[in-house]
């Protein structure tokens, strides 16, 4: 397993990049943030494509890039794979040789992939004897995942993959992403400024604003912080939490995720019993009742106590919660959004016990990761 | 139906055309690449000389040649002590003649589709291991090919028609560079040779056409190998 370990800089037109972070060693890393920050300008650098102006990139014990040392290791040398936003398919080749462009580094390096279980896994054996021009855009990007991944790379960069994608193909990819890190255990650089991605794939988040990495930490934590909220953005904001799927109730269809505030109940989720799910609360599906409701259609009831409060609009608030049953080890935030009114007439202050009511409809399909 | 006379000019403009293109077009890609993708001084002046042919009479050409190729020339002199080859007055001179003025189609014609070839493929080669060379062999040069064509038959069909730096660099000898131009010059020159003279612009004419249709052909097979269609 190889850790990818980034410190540089560069003036890029208007923006002054300073990126310094490591990547989770097995999983998945995210650069987040919005368009236009500067994330492709670092993956650029770390893939080779690009010079930063200084500073350091190591990839395990290889020295990729040193400007005190006058190190500049050419992309080729580099052992990255590289997914682009565009497909970046080579026109005059069939899929199969596409596939097999960069085999030969493949071949002396350490982490060899099964030609036909990497084909299998991305499910395009069908494709093999056609020419890129003949595939759709889903095709085509799995394709590119695929080639990238049987060049030998130690680390696999991934540059909003399915930005040029409709909502349908983007459903129809996610899923293997998920499955190449399950499967391959080669760590990924995955680049978004999609909420739902990051949550859905990403092990570690680094915050990208400006060109600067401003946070960086596990995805449940840099998620729910107050003070990222305008850069993860106001309308997603929401808490993560980390759940294990319990039962599955056959009479109402509704799956039980058990967590260290309780149990979330929620419509059924595909995930075997047993395992570990990453669950997005979006602020705004959670209110609160000073008392334990009555005669109320919502199934998910959680007391706690508030931490913090913060407007953010002229008729609205934030309210942080923490949900963690008693005696529980951690605290467990999650993040409610108010009115202000709401807020000033139920009293509401730090350190108030107050009950959060989640709606289990809210949590849907694109609310999870693995 | 055609006379031995004719055939054998006919055999010896192919001929010199045909070495002219193929020992120009690996410079030719050369320098196209150059111009292309590197950013150096005197880039311009590059791109000016060999431009100069197009521009300037061909006569100009062939004395400059002459000049720099000649026994008593920078060039031709050294060539002729060091090897004992003489490039005035014979074939091989046709065919640095002729090379010389076709060049800057060939150049133009490649160099357009370099510009026009996306880096951003030959970036992700490079991400997959291979290097600058291989990028090169394997994606921009198949990705080049209509270019190539394209600018070979433009150079081949110039370099059949060459005369003016042909005749000025290495005269009008039957049999040695009398291409098919020059030979009906000749013609034209001697009274009562009117049907001499159309028979050599009629073999002009079909030799035209046969070319035109083999690069037809051949840039359509290219075309569908490069859409991935069955060819």
């Known amino acids: 397993m190889t850790r990818l370990s980034v410190d540089i800089q560069k003036h890029v037109g208007e923006l002054q990049i300073a990126a310094e972070f490591e990547s989770d060693v097995g999983g998945i890393t995210a650069l987040h943030g919005r368009s236009g920050t500067g994330k492709t300008s670092i993956v650029n650098m770390i893939a080779g494509l690009d010079t930063p102006d200084s500073g350091r990139i190591t990839l395990g014990d290889l020295v990729l890039f040193d400007s005190n040392k006058g190190i500049d290791l050419p992309p080729h040398l580099r052992r990255i794979g590289y997914v682009f936003q565009e497909d970046r398919l080579f026109p005059h080749l069939t899929v199969r040789r596409n596939l097999l462009y960069g085999a030969s580094r493949a071949s002396h390096s350490d982490t060899v992939l099964n030609f036909d279980a990497v084909v299998d896994m991305l499910g395009i054996a069908s494709l093999l004897d056609r020419q890129p021009h003949h595939l759709s855009g889903g095709e085509k990007q799995r394709v590119a995942i695929g080639r990238a991944l049987l060049s030998g790379p130690e680390i696999l960069l991934m540059d909003e993959p399915l930005v040029n994608l409709d909502m349908e193909r983007r459903g129809e990819i996610l899923p293997f992403i998920e499955k190449l890190r399950d499967a391959t255990g080669i760590p990924v650089l995955y680049v978004s400024h999609a909420t739902e991605e990051i949550i859905r794939l990403a092990d570690i988040v680094v915050m990208i604003s400006d060109g600067k990495s401003v946070a960086v930490g596990p995805v449940e934590d840099v998620m729910s912080r107050l003070d990222l909220r305008p850069l993860t953005g106001r309308y997603e904001a929401g808490a993560v939490l980390n759940v294990r799927v319990g039962e599955y109730s056959l009479d109402d269809g509704l799956s039980s995720l058990n967590f260290a505030g309780g149990a979330l109940l929620v419509p059924q989720v595909d995930t075997p019993i047993g395992h570990d799910l990453r669950v997005r609360v979006r602020a705004r599906d959670v209110s609160i009742a000073l008392t334990p409701p009555h005669g109320i259609s919502i199934l998910n009831v959680f007391p706690g106590k508030i931490l913090d409060m913060a407007e953010t609009g002229t008729a609205q608030m934030d309210v942080l919660i923490d949900i963690a049953l008693p005696g529980g080890i951690e605290p467990c935030p999650l993040w409610a959004r108010i009115t202000r009114r709401s807020a000033t007439e139920l009293k509401l202050e730090t350190g108030l016990v107050v009950h959060a009511l989640i709606k289990a409809v809210a949590i849907d399909r694109h609310s999870l990761g693995q | ?231």
Request: net charge positive.
């Open chain 2, 1 to 231: 139906m055609i006379s031995d006379i004719e055939i054998e000019v006919l055999r010896l403009s192919l001929k010199i055309a045909g070495w002219a293109v193929l020992c120009s077009l690996p410079f030719a890609v050369g320098i196209s690449f150059l111009l292309s993708r590197r950013r150096f001084p005197g880039r311009f002046l590059l791109d000016g000389i060999v431009h100069l042919p197009l521009v300037i009479p061909p006569v100009a050409v062939g004395y400059i040649l002459l000049l720099v190729l000649g026994r008593q020339g920078v060039v031709g002199g050294w060539l002729y002590d060091v090897f004992g080859v003489t490039l005035v007055f014979s074939w091989q001179g046709a065919a640095v003649a002729a090379a010389v003025m076709a060049f800057p189609l060939m150049v133009r014609a490649i160099r357009l589709s370099l510009d026009s070839v996306d880096q951003k493929i030959e970036a992700a080669a490079q991400t997959l291991g291979a290097s600058p060379l291989r990028v090169f062999l394997t994606i921009t040069l198949p990705l080049i090919a209509p270019g190539i064509l394209t600018g070979t038959v433009l150079a081949f069909a110039r370099a059949l028609g060459e005369f003016g730096a042909t005749i000025t660099f290495v005269s009008n000898i039957a049999g040695e560079t009398r291409t098919l131009p020059i030979a009906l010059y000749t013609l034209l020159q001697a009274p009562g040779s009117e049907d001499a003279a159309l028979r050599i612009v009629g073999i002009s004419i079909a030799l035209a056409l046969l070319a035109l249709l083999a690069s037809e052909l051949l840039a359509r097979r290219v075309a569908r190998r490069l859409s991935g269609e069955p060819s």
